[in-house]
């Protein structure tokens, strides 16, 4: 079982943009906030961004504050990763992932269920 599908990433120049989609499986999308983390080789898995189960709120890493937009389309099961200024330090595997609950959380293990993640590498 796969619950969560994620797609979007490639190779993309320093300074490009990116949009990362997450589709959901058919569970109760709606009830629970999403987020998205990322992975490098050799480091541990790290937050990115999460948002509320309406879309209300968002919370972002600093790292990426100001450069990454998190959203979501509840009638579509289906939560995005928008990408703009993109750094070669952005370089990672971007996961995303279903919360326990209905508020966002930068914890990983407030998260139940995780996608397999799409390769995005920022080349300079």
């Known amino acids: 079982q796969v619950p969560l599908v994620e797609s979007g990433g490639g190779l993309v120049q320093a300074g490009g943009s990116l949009r990362l989609s997450c589709a959901a499986s058919?569970?109760?999308?709606?009830?629970?906030?999403m987020g998205w983390f990322r992975q490098a080789p050799g480091k541990e898995r790290e937050f990115v961004a999460a948002?509320?189960?309406?879309?209300?709120?968002?919370f972002y890493a600093d790292s990426v504050k100001g450069r990454f937009a998190i959203s979501r389309d509840n009638a579509k099961n289906t939560v995005y990763l928008q990408i703009d200024s993109l750094k070669p330090e952005d370089t990672a595997v971007y996961y995303c992932?279903?919360?326990?609950?209905?508020?966002?959380?930068?914890?990983?293990?407030?998260?139940?269920?995780w996608g397999q993640g799409t390769q995005v590498t920022v080349s300079s």
């Open positions: 058919g569970r109760a999308f709606s009830n629970y906030a």
């Open positions: 948002i509320q189960w309406n879309g209300g709120s968002t």
């Open positions: 992932a279903q919360a326990r609950g209905p508020y966002k959380s930068a914890v990983r293990g407030d998260y139940l269920y």
